[in-house]
């Protein structure tokens, strides 16, 4: 049967999120009866700790069902500030007010909020590669053109100012920053971002730091861009509880920025969703009061974390595979390019991780995301966030794939 229905130009460009597509194809076999390991899904395997539920609960017994102010409810977003301004005292600089806050559905809807209200048809923005595929994709919808910027394979691939300045052009607009990455793991240091922030301030860029991982951190903490900027005025920085509290289905994230660009985001949203799920607000609220309780969760899931990456990268290290060393974050980046190509001269299959990640689900069983989806063609992704167990069989078997088309 013919196509009958025409799309319009909004979505001309616009492609399903790859990291979702692999954890839902898990998903999928997992229930069709077939034994996945899933080291595709980008989210905590970790329940929400109790006491945050217990809130939760509360609230909503408390009546909790109703809208709330589209940027969201004042003590949370009171809170956000709050600690954002205890960090910022630690660091030496200035403190966040609540109406430079506004609350979203995730930090995705933030960011998407934060990218529409500020890039347009004509504008570039540097995005560094390889990187997390919804920035590409959401400033398509935004109509701008996203500029992949090559990371440094010196440098964990993380992106330099002297990159990000060749890449730029009279249509700058913008430069959008994440650390920890998703997919490398790496962080930046307080003097790589102070000079990708420079770069950017010198040439009247925005900046939109996404910080959604920065709870997760290994060796050292990941720095903010709000610590390291010499001024806010065009920054955003986004953040969440999706990872730091294993809270990814509450779908609770925001934005910090200048309070016309909280007054935009804010229009956008009331004619998008309104105000974020309120009990959502609620449950994160609890986790902001009690700052030093939610830490002690966090420590020990970052620990959890922790033992998993190193129990993946000794069996990648022994298996010879080329791979960012990850500091954070929950993902190991490993180039499997070297055997992706020498199985498809071999057996005429298809080159490249697209092609490693198929033969590794569908006959070893384990979900991963192939690298193409972050722009790192040869290159695959593996989630650690997953029982030790899988984890470490996991990466045992795409060893052995790795071993046996070398
Ligand atoms: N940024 C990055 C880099 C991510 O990996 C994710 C994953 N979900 C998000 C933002 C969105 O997080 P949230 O669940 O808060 O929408
Ligand atoms: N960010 C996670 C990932 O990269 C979850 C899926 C998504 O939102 O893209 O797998």
Redesign the pocket.
């Known amino acids: 049967m013919p196509n009958l229905i025409e799309f319009s130009d909004n979505v001309a460009e616009l492609r399903e ?1 790859a ?2 597509a692999v954890s839902q194809q898990a998903r999928a076999l997992r229930a069709a009866g077939r034994t996945v390991l899933d080291l595709g ?3 905590p395997d970790f329940a929400t700790p109790p006491w945050i539920v217990d809130a939760a609960s509360k609230a909503l017994r408390e009546g909790a069902t109703r809208y709330t102010a589209v940027a969201g409810i004042p003590a949370l977003r009171e809170a956000i500030a709050r600690a954002a301004t205890a960090e910022s005292a630690a660091a030496g600089t200035d403190g966040v007010e609540a109406d430079q806050v506004i609350v979203s559905t995730g930090a ?1 809807q933030a960011l998407f909020s934060a990218c529409f209200v500020l890039f347009g048809a004509g504008d570039e923005v540097l995005v560094p590669s390889p990187s ?1 595929p ?1 920035y590409d994709q959401i400033l398509r919808l935004a109509r701008a053109t996203p500029v992949p910027v090559p990371g440094d394979p010196e440098r964990g691939l993380r992106m330099s100012a002297d990159a990000a300045r060749d890449a730029a052009t009279p249509r700058t607009r913008g430069l959008i920053l994440n650390s920890p990455c ?1 997919p490398t793991g790496a962080v930046y240091s307080a003097e790589e971002l102070g000079a990708l922030l420079a770069l950017a301030a010198e040439r009247d860029w925005w900046v939109v730091s996404d910080e959604i991982y920065r709870g997760i951190t290994f060796t050292a903490d990941a720095p903010s861009a709000l610590h390291v900027a010499a001024n806010r005025d065009r920054l955003v920085v986004v953040d969440g509880v999706s990872k730091r509290y294993a809270m990814t289905g509450w779908r609770l994230g925001w934005a910090i920025a200048p309070r016309e660009v909280i007054t935009s985001m804010t229009a956008l949203q009331s004619q998008m969703t309104s105000n974020a799920t309120t009990v959502s607000q609620h449950a994160a609220l609890a986790a902001l009061s009690d700052i030093p309780r939610a830490t002690v969760d966090v420590q020990r899931m970052c620990g959890g974390f922790r033992t998993r990456r190193d129990a993946a990268r000794t069996i990648v290290i022994e298996a010879g595979i080329p791979h960012v060393p990850p500091d954070g974050a929950f993902y190991l980046l490993l180039d499997v390019g070297a055997a992706a190509a020498a199985r498809s001269s071999t057996d005429g299959g298809d080159i490249g991780g697209t092609g490693f990640a198929r033969r590794l689900l569908d006959r070893h069983g384990v979900a991963t ?1 192939p690298g193409e989806a972050f722009g790192a063609p040869g290159w695959l992704r593996v ?1 650690y966030a997953a029982p030790t167990d899988d984890v470490v069989e996991g990466v045992r078997r795409v060893a052995a794939l790795y071993r046996a088309t070398d």
């Open positions: 999120s990291t979702i899904a980008g989210e995705k997390w919804s998703n995301v989630s």
